[in-house]
């Protein structure tokens, strides 16, 4: 079942921070983070595995609360280049969905100067 | 450099016209997928494949078709019994399918009807 995400768009200023969620209502086992620029291939951020860890990558970092089916993607002090849609990738590990990803339908994040 | 690269950029069907996408990766990964994007929409994913000469159905399987010769290469077919095919394709790898393995993805094919 396909995972929802909020907001489904967001404006930001540069600089703004800004949270994308990502629901699932079956268990979890990762989250991937991808971020798709308009007309180009989706671009891999992180991925978070059973266990809750928080990642990182420069300003972007992520959680996963396995318990509540959920990962949240944080962007902190945005930049001009953060604008892009954001997709969420679920996966229930292999004995539920033979180690596929389904998707999201995506966030519209556009940051303005 | 390493990479997927996917034909044609751009490409028109006409009516009960078979056409065939391209998708080849130099990455020696295990697994690869096809996934269709329609707009203001997320990835719906169409065949993926483990191993050489295996491959699954996805979520929207029907009215497409695929082959695993060779772990490099992953063409996907659009079928005439594709009613709706106008959508951007993507085709993306990843070294083993597993919840750790993230997905490199090529830069689509943008399929039209004529």
């Known amino acids: 079942q396909q995972p929802v995400q909020s907001p489904q768009a967001v404006i930001l200023r540069e600089g703004e921070d800004a949270v994308i969620n990502c629901s699932s209502s079956k268990a979890l086992y990762s989250v991937h983070w991808y971020r798709q620029k308009h007309g180009e291939a989706p671009v891999f951020l992180m991925i978070?595995?059973?266990?809750?860890e928080q990642k990182g990558h420069e300003k972007i970092s992520a959680s996963f609360n396995e318990k509540k089916q959920q990962s949240s993607l944080y962007l902190t002090a945005s930049q001009l280049s953060y604008s892009g849609t954001y997709f969420c990738?679920?996966?229930?590990?292999?004995?539920?969905?033979?180690?596929?990803?389904?998707f999201g339908e995506g966030t519209q994040l556009t940051v303005n100067p | 450099d390493g990479g997927i690269t996917q034909s044609p950029k751009y490409l028109f069907r006409k009516e009960g016209q078979n056409v065939t996408l391209s998708c080849e990766q130099n990455?020696?990964?295990?697994?690869m997928y096809w996934y269709r994007q329609d707009p203001g929409q997320g990835l719906r994913l169409i065949y993926y494949s483990q191993i050489v000469n295996d491959f699954q159905k996805g979520d929207i399987a029907e009215g497409y078709s695929v082959s695993r010769e060779k772990k490099e290469s992953f063409p996907l077919t659009v079928t005439s019994a594709q009613k709706n095919p106008t959508a951007f394709y993507l085709c993306?790898?990843?070294?083993?399918?597993?919840?750790?393995?993230?997905?490199?993805f090529g830069d689509g094919t943008r399929l039209s009807i004529l």
């Open positions: 993306a790898s990843s070294l083993e399918t597993g919840p750790s393995q993230p997905q490199h």
């Open positions: 990738g679920t996966e229930g590990g292999r004995e539920t969905s033979g180690s596929r990803l389904t």
């Open positions: 990455l020696n990964h295990d697994a």
């Open positions: 978070l595995l059973k266990g809750g």
